[in-house]
C-alpha cells in the first residue's frame, strides 16, 4: 500500500468507526484501531523477504499484541507464535495455534510451567544452565515432542534504546557466549543432551540497528556451526534468530523492510541460508505497530503560558511507554473533526495531553498541528504493537475497545470487535465473605 494510501486508510477507518458509534463523544471516547488488511499485507511481506526453499516459522511475537481475536488472525494469516509467559501461552492456545507452532521463552520459567510446555509439545528456549537442569528432571520422568533450544546471549551491544537491548555484555536474558568459559560449557551442554537441537537468540528490539542485529544472529549461527563441529553430528538443526526488525515512527513509510534485514542476514550470517537449519523468527512490533492506531475525543482545550493544550481520552492508560519515555518512543498525532474527517488548518505547536492525573500525562509536547477544539478527534498512528493491548491501569481508568476494520474494493469499512470496552469503572470485587 502506498504511504499516502494509509493515511487514507486511517481516516476512512475513523470516519466509518464515527458513523457507526464506534467512536462517540458521550459513550466511546477512545478506541483502538487494527488494520486488518495492513496486517495480511506484513505477513505477506516477512513470508516472502525469506527464500521459500527454507524451513521458516515465522512466530509472531504475542507480548507486541496479546489480543486473542489479533493473534487468530495472525494465525489464519499463517504465523506461529512466541510466548514469554503462562498467560501468553493459554492466550496462543485460545487462539489455536498448535503447540508445535508456539514457541516459549521466559528468563524465568517455573518448573510448572516447563513441565506443561513439554508435555503440550510447545517449543522451549532454556534461559540458562539451571532451567536447563530443570529440564533433565522433567525429561527423566516422561519424553516430550518438544523441541528445546538454548537462548545464547551474544554481546554484540546496546542500540540506541538501553531498555530494549538485551545482547548487551552484562543482559539479564540467555547465555553470554563471551563469558570465560561458557562456550566450553555450553558445547558440554549440547553434548550431553542430544535433545537440545536449537539455539535461539534475539539482540534486542526498537532501536537496534540491522547491522548490530545481524552481527549478533551471526554469532549465534557460528555457535550452532562450533557445536555440530566439536560434537562430529549435526544435533543442533534449527536457529531461532528473535525479532527486534525496528520501526519508523517518524512517517507512514514502511522502512526498514523486511527485505532488507534479510539482506543484512545474508551477509552477516549466510549459514542460515545454506538450507542446513530450519528457522524460527520472532517478530513483534514490525508485524503490528504499523497495522494500528488509537483514537480519542478532546474533552477540553485551553491556553497556558501562552501554550495550546488539548486536553484528550489517550494518554499513559494506553501510551505508558510514550508518556513515561517520549524520547524513545516519539508519536505523531493527526487532527480530525468531530466527524473523522482530516483537518487541514495552519499548523500551531500544541501540548496533547491524556486524561490521567499527573501534569506529564501528554502525548506529545508542542506538537506542531492544527488548532484542535473541544470535540474533535486526534488520532495516534503506529500504535498496533505495544500500545493498546498493553494497558497502564492508572486512575482506574478503563481499558478502551479495540476493533479490527477491513475495507472492500469499494472503500466500504466493516468492523470485527476484538476486545470490548472495560466498564466506564470496574470494581474490584472483594476478597473473603
Ligand atoms: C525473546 C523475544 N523475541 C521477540 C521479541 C519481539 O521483539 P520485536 O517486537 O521488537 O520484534 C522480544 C521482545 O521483547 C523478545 O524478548
Not at 139 to 159: C, F, K, Y
Request: proline fraction near 6%; glycine fraction near 10%.
Amino acid at each position: 500500500m502506498s504511504v499516502s494510501g494509509k493515511a487514507e486508510r486511517r481516516e476512512r477507518i475513523l470516519r466509518a468507526a464515527v458513523h457507526q458509534g464506534l467512536m462517540d463523544p458521550e459513550t466511546a471516547l477512545l478506541a483502538g484501531f487494527v488494520d486488518l488488511d495492513g496486517v495480511d499485507e506484513t505477513v505477506t511481506s516477512l513470508r516472502e523477504a525469506f527464500p521459500e526453499s527454507l524451513r521458516v516459522l515465522h512466530a509472531f511475537a504475542a507480548k507486541a499484541n496479546c489480543l486473542v481475536p489479533v493473534l487468530e488472525e495472525l494465525r489464519l494469516a499463517g504465523m506461529g507464535c512466541e510466548v514469554a509467559s503462562a498467560g501468553e501461552l493459554a492466550q496462543a492456545l485460545e487462539a489455536g495455534f498448535e503447540p508445535a507452532r508456539i514457541v516459549f521463552d521466559s528468563p524465568a520459567k517455573t518448573r510448572a510451567e516447563l513441565a506443561r510446555a513439554l508435555s503440550l509439545g510447545v517449543t522451549v528456549n532454556a534461559d540458562g544452565f539451571q532451567e536447563l537442569s530443570r529440564l533433565d528432571e522433567i525429561l527423566a520422568t516422561r519424553r516430550s515432542d518438544s523441541r528445546i533450544g538454548v537462548r545464547v546471549n551474544p554481546q554484540v551491544g546496546a542500540g540506541s534504546i538501553g531498555a530494549m537491548s538485551t545482547a548487551t555484555a552484562t543482559s539479564k536474558f540467555g547465555v553470554p557466549l563471551e563469558d570465560e568459559g561458557n562456550r566450553q560449557r555450553l558445547v558440554q551442554a549440547y553434548r550431553e543432551r542430544p535433545w537440545l537441537t536449537w539455539v535461539h537468540t534475539h539482540v534486542g528490539s526498537q532501536g537496534c540497528p540491522l547491522d548490530l542485529i545481524a552481527r549478533g544472529v551471526a554469532k549465534a549461527v557460528e555457535f550452532a556451526e562450533e557445536v555440530n563441529e566439536r560434537l562430529g553430528r549435526r544435533q543442533v538443526t534449527g536457529i531461532d534468530i528473535g525479532g527486534g526488525l525496528p520501526v519508523n515512527f517518524g512517517s507512514d513509510e514502511t522502512t526498514p523492510g523486511f527485505g532488507a534485514y534479510v539482506d543484512r542476514l545474508r551477509e552477516h550470517a549466510p549459514a542460515l541460508f545454506s538450507g542446513a537449519y530450519e528457522i524460527v523468527t520472532e517478530f513483534g512490533r514490525s508485524v503490528m505497530a504499523k497495522n494500528g492506531f488509537t483514537a480519542a475525543y478532546v474533552e477540553y482545550t485551553k491556553t497556558v503560558g501562552g501554550r495550546p493544550i488539548a486536553i484528550t481520552h489517550a494518554g499513559a492508560q494506553v501510551a505508558a511507554r510514550t508518556v513515561f519515555a517520549p524520547e524513545a518512543w516519539p508519536l505523531r498525532i493527526e487532527a480530525h473533526d468531530p466527524r473523522g474527517h482530516a483537518k487541514h488548518g495552519r499548523p500551531v505547536p500544541q501540548d496533547v495531553a491524556g486524561p490521567c492525573c499527573f501534569a506529564g500525562d501528554l502525548l506529545a509536547r508542542e506538537h506542531p498541528l492544527p488548532l484542535l477544539d473541544a470535540g474533535d478527534i486526534v488520532v495516534v498512528p503506529d500504535t498496533g504493537a505495544y500500545y493498546f493491548s498493553t494497558p497502564f491501569h492508572y486512575n482506574s481508568l478503563p481499558e478502551p475497545a479495540v476493533h479490527g476494520a477491513r475495507v472492500d474494493a469499494d472503500g466500504a469499512v466493516t468492523f470485527r470487535l476484538l476486545r470490548p470496552a472495560q466498564k466506564e469503572h470496574p470494581v474490584p470485587a472483594r476478597a473473603g465473605g
